[in-house]
């Protein structure tokens, strides 16, 4: 009963538009009284704090800075001269550029939510001026952006990898595949839509304009590569690789001589508070996940879907439909740090390799951010394309059956996302 009155208490509060952070708050206190500690509610610190006592967690923050380290060396307009150069020649070639420049931002930010503040600027500026529709710019920006979380570096697979006690080197080579397949996937919807509304190409560039931008933006392209390299040799640990990311940035920003006091300033003060925030949700979520263990709420649900559904595939189906419903309202985050270890017994239980579960988990919550009407990257696309909510959701919606073919494809065949770790690791 515990475990159904903390969920009780964070889902109703989470509806009400209180603040996730303190909606963990308030459901992890109101947990510990229902387990009769009320006079010994240091019993939530020392939680927290053991919750957050990992080295891995080091590299969040590190992270975190080097994305915003990279957002502001102004490397947008390379990466995207880089795409224009590569596939704007085909039909309705910026929308394609706009999806292969998520793909090449992801490994720069590995945030949906930076891809659309960052590109959509750019992206949606270029389009309108070459006469494509507001609104079908937006929807595009928005459904690709959902690539970044998969693609390594990324943060929503390092904060799986804490909480499953999952191997963060596996998991971002797991995801490369994967943000491969979305890309093909909406890069030929876009094709067959532009061919449909007869949407502009761009003209062929010569061979040296090619080339002089892929020599412009190589050494920004080159930085998930570093990343993976070095942690894939044993050359660098996962927290030690954030601290490369970080250091290849400020080489960056020497490099293109972008980098200034005030970039400097303002990606530590993002960076700041956004790993306290993150790291505050871990901690609390910790404490929830405690309360789960000590009501046995894991091994109880593990029990009842067990007995109640025979087949895997009504499983995965039942969990995606719910990751959908689950990341329309909630923060990325905050599901992964509750959710993931209820559903790790059942997941063993049904011999659901966890790499593989991180993959779909990560990608099928991000499907939530499209989806009306709390969709988080349409409100943030609406801001960026100036439009109102019902034009940018009209035109988002039509991504979905794209992007839910390529989920479907990535949960039900798993060899998508484990080939590539397998290959470099060796089978588990």
Known sequence: ????????????????????????????????????????LGIVSQQMLDGINSPSLLSVPFFILAGNLLNGLK??????????????????GLAQVNVLASLLFAGISGAAVADCAALGTVEVKAMRERGYPAPFAAGVTAASSIIGPIFPPSIPLLLFAFVANASVGRLFLAGVVPALVLLVVLMGYVHIVSLKRGYPKEPRPPLREILASAVDGVLTLLAPGIILVAMFTGFTTASEAGVLACLYALALGIWYRTLTVKVLITAFRETAALSTIALLMIGFSSCIG???????????????????IDAKWQFLLVYLAFLI??????????????????MLPIVDGFGIDRVHFGIFTVLTLMVGILTPPLG?????????AKLP????????????????????????????????????????
């Open 290 to 308: 405690w309360i789960m263990a000590f009501d046995m709420v894991p091994q109880r649900l593990a029990d009842f879907v067990l007995v109640s």
């Open 75 to 92: 490397l947008t307009d390379r990466i995207f001269r880089f795409a224009n150069n590569i596939v704007g020649h085909i039909r309705g």
């Open 1 to 40: 009963m515990t475990g159904l009155l903390v969920l009780g208490v964070f889902v109703v509060l989470a509806f009400h538009s209180v603040p996730i952070l303190t909606a963990i708050i308030l459901a992890a206190a109101a947990g510990v009284i229902s387990l009769g500690f009320s006079d010994q």
């Open 376 to 384: 988080i990257a349409i409100y943030i696309m609406m801001d960026v």
């Open 325 to 342: 419903i689950l990341g329309c309202v909630f923060d990325a985050t905050a599901a992964l740090i509750i959710l993931v270890p209820i």
């Open 389 to 428: 909510f019902e034009a940018v959701a009209k035109a988002t919606i039509p991504f979905l059956i794209p992007i839910v073919i390529a989920v479907l494809l990535i949960t039900f065949v798993p060899q998508i996302s484990l080939f590539l770790p397998n290959l470099v690791y060796g089978a588990p």
